[in-house]
C-alpha cells in the first residue's frame, strides 16, 4: 500500500523479534511454513468445536464456559510469574507486571473482542458452518477497507483485483445461500458474522498497535486479555440467567472445554511462526486462512450441508483473493 503507513498489514516482512531463548524453547525448532499450517490446521478444528457447542445451546452461557477455561488456564501463568518468575520452564510464558494505563488497553481489546465473538457465536450457531466460516476468512478484506480511509493507505492494483476477486467470491456465496433460504442482504445472522468479522479485523489493528507500535509483549496481551474476557462476557450471560433461560436452556457439551485451549495453541503457533526473522507475514497469514478448508470441509461431511460444488467454488474464490491481498505489496 502506498500513503500513510506504507506498510500493508498482510502483505509486509514483519518481524517480532523474540530472545534466542524464547524461540529455541517455546516449541520444537520447526519451520515457520510448517508453523503456519499446523496454526491453521488447529484453527480449523477450533471453528468446527464453536460451530458443536453453540449448535441448538445458549450463546451466552457457551461463551462464559469459554472464556472461563482460558482464564483458568492463564491465570497460574500469571500468579507464577508473579511469585516465582526465574522458575518458569520457558522465558516465553513469563507475565510481566504492568501499568494501569497497559491494563486498560488490554482490557479495550477484550471489549472489542469480546463483541466480535458474541457476534461470531450467535451467528455461527444459525448459519451453516459452510457459509459462516469463508465469511469470517474475508478479515483481510475489511482490514485493507478500513485502512484506507482511516490510515490513509492505499491499495496497489493487485489489491484492488484482489478486492474485487473476494467481493465477487461474497457474492456468489449471496446467490448459493439462497438455495438455502438465506438471504445475504436480509438475513439477520449474515449481518451478525459480518458485523463480527469487521470487529476481527479492527482488533487486527489494534493488536499490530500493542505489539509493535507500543511494544507489549505478546504473552503480556494474550493472557491478561483471556482474564479480562470474563469480565466482559459476565453482563450477557446475567442478563441471559435472569430473562432466557428459561426460553433457551444451556446444555453442558464436553465440547466446551476444547474452545479456548484450541484457540491459545493456535495462537501459540502463530506467534513462534512470525519469530521467525525468515518469515514472510504475507504468507503466514494467508496460510492460517486455510482453515476455513478444514471447517468447510467437516461442514459438509459432519453437519450434512448441502451444495458442495457450488460453496467450493465460492470458497476458492475467497482464498484467491486474500493471497492476492497478502502478496499485492507496492
Not at 5 to 30: A, H, N, Q
Not at 48 to 61: F, H, I
Not at 162 to 176: D, E, H, K, P, Q
Request: proline content about 5%; glycine content about 6%; charged content about 15%.
Amino acid at each position: 500500500m502506498r500513503g500513510g503507513d506504507s506498510r500493508s498489514y498482510d502483505g509486509s516482512r514483519i518481524s517480532v523479534r523474540l530472545s534466542d531463548r524464547d524461540r529455541c524453547t517455546t516449541l520444537p525448532c520447526m519451520n515457520w511454513i510448517v508453523l503456519s499450517l499446523l496454526s491453521a490446521l488447529v484453527l480449523g478444528v477450533y471453528d468446527v468445536a464453536k460451530k458443536l457447542s453453540v449448535r441448538g445451546n445458549a450463546v451466552p452461557a457457551v461463551l462464559l464456559a469459554n472464556v472461563s477455561v482460558g482464564a483458568a488456564i492463564c491465570l497460574p501463568l500469571i500468579i507464577w510469574s508473579a511469585v516465582s518468575p526465574d522458575s518458569l520452564p520457558i522465558e516465553l510464558l513469563r507475565v510481566d507486571s504492568l501499568s494501569m494505563v497497559q491494563h486498560g488497553l488490554i482490557f479495550a481489546k477484550a471489549c472489542l473482542v469480546g463483541a466480535s465473538w458474541t457476534f461470531a457465536f450467535f451467528a455461527l450457531k444459525h448459519l451453516p458452518l459452510s457459509i459462516a466460516s469463508p465469511i469470517r476468512a474475508t478479515s483481510p478484506f475489511w482490514t485493507i477497507l478500513i485502512a484506507i480511509p482511516f490510515l490513509g493507505e492505499r491499495p496497489t492494483v493487485m489489491q484492488w483485483i484482489a478486492i474485487a476477486i473476494t467481493l465477487g467470491g461474497f457474492w456468489m456465496f449471496s446467490v448459493v445461500g439462497r438455495r438455502e433460504g438465506i438471504r445475504f442482504t436480509r438475513d439477520r445472522w449474515v449481518g451478525c458474522m459480518v458485523v463480527a468479522t469487521v470487529l476481527g479485523a479492527l482488533s487486527g489493528i489494534y493488536d499490530k498497535i500493542l505489539l509493535q507500535t507500543l511494544g507489549m509483549r505478546p504473552t503480556n496481551v494474550q493472557v491478561w486479555f483471556a482474564v479480562y474476557l470474563v469480565i466482559v462476557m459476565l453482563p450477557l450471560f446475567v442478563r441471559w440467567y435472569k430473562r432466557d433461560r428459561g426460553l433457551v436452556p444451556f446444555e453442558w457439551r464436553w465440547v466446551i472445554l476444547l474452545v479456548s485451549p484450541l484457540l491459545l495453541i493456535a495462537d501459540m503457533l502463530y506467534f513462534t511462526a512470525v519469530a521467525d526473522p525468515e518469515a514472510l507475514i504475507a504468507v503466514i497469514s494467508t496460510l492460517r486462512r486455510c482453515s476455513v478448508v478444514i471447517a468447510f470441509a467437516v461442514g459438509i461431511k459432519m453437519f450434512g450441508e448441502v451444495n458442495f460444488g457450488a460453496k467450493a467454488v465460492c470458497v476458492a474464490a475467497i482464498l484467491v483473493g486474500v493471497l492476492m491481498l497478502a502478496l499485492g505489496k507496492a
